[in-house]
């Protein structure tokens, strides 16, 4: 399966919704102002680029996955908002065509973390700002993720490489002044069994994972995120935190 149709299934605007206390914090960081030239690299369902049109910055959504951005599309008529598909690994933009570049748990998905990287900063002007977040390791999730891939290495986890502090200096520090800052998600659920629900009917790469497992695999990574959950449990529901990173960056 590629990249485009895993997140095409699911129902990804649930988890966009989730995210919205990121997507506040990472636009209210980057401080959209009036006019500017504004990058949402993997916009997805288009929260950054709506919201950062909304502050008055001329924006441009590109995403590898159409049927998000015809989602984004819709969701933000009537903002003059421009949609393009495209890789991360190969903007379809010229050289420092923007002031800003934003990705929200985007651009760590682009396999070639390398190429990914060099596009953000070979758009971005000098002195243009940069703004994106990273998941951290989180081993917990590892081991639901691990039970469902039955022995597939790293299947359908999300990468977190980019959350790993040194290796972002290494891939963005020449070309950016960096500041990095810790960050947790929180996310709520009723019980571990609408945790999993949740977990296996909304979010895409989970979904494309469960998809066309044997039911002795679709078991065990249940039975792991449900355990996930039971140690979560607080007052009667189960709290989730999600460690991440929000890298702001200055274009030398
Ligand atoms: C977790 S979603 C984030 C969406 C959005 N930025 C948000 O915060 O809601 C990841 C997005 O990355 C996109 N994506 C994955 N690989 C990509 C690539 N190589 N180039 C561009 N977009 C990519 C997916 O299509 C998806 O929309």
Same mark, same amino acid.
Request: glycine letters at 10%.
């Given at each position: 399966? &590629? ?231 607080? &007052? ?17």
């Amino acid at each position: 399966m &590629n990249g485009t149709s895993v997140w095409a299934g699911g129902k990804y605007e649930l988890v966009g919704e989730r995210l919205t206390p990121i997507h506040e914090q990472l636009v209210a960081r980057l401080e959209p102002r009036v006019g500017e030239r504004w990058l949402d690299v993997a916009t997805g369902t288009g929260a950054i680029a709506i919201r950062a049109a909304r502050a008055g910055a001329e924006v441009v959504g590109v995403d590898i996955a159409p049927e998000l951005l015809e989602r984004a599309r819709a969701s933000a008529h009537p903002l003059p908002i421009r949609w393009d598909e495209g890789d991360a690994e190969e903007l379809p933009y010229e050289d420092a065509a923007f002031d800003v570049v934003a990705s929200c748990f985007g651009v760590i998905f682009a396999p070639d973390d390398e190429a990914a990287g060099r596009e953000l900063a070979r758009v971005c002007r000098p002195g243009g700002r940069l703004g994106l977040t990273a998941w951290r390791a989180s081993s917990e999730l590892d081991a639901v993720y691990e039970a469902a891939a039955g022995g597939r290495e790293g299947a359908g986890r999300d990468p977190v490489h980019w959350g790993d502090d040194a290796h972002v200096h290494r891939l963005l520090g020449d070309a950016f002044e960096l500041e990095l800052e810790p960050g947790v998600w929180r996310l709520s659920f009723d019980s571990p069994e609408h945790m999993w629900d949740w977990w296996s009917t909304v979010v895409p790469p989970f979904v494309a994972l469960l998809e066309g497992l044997t039911s002795e695999l679709r078991e065990a990574a249940r039975e792991q995120l449900v355990a996930l959950a039971e140690r979560r449990r607080t &007052n009667g529901r189960v709290e989730l935190t999600r460690d991440y990173v929000l890298v702001l960056g200055r274009r030398r």
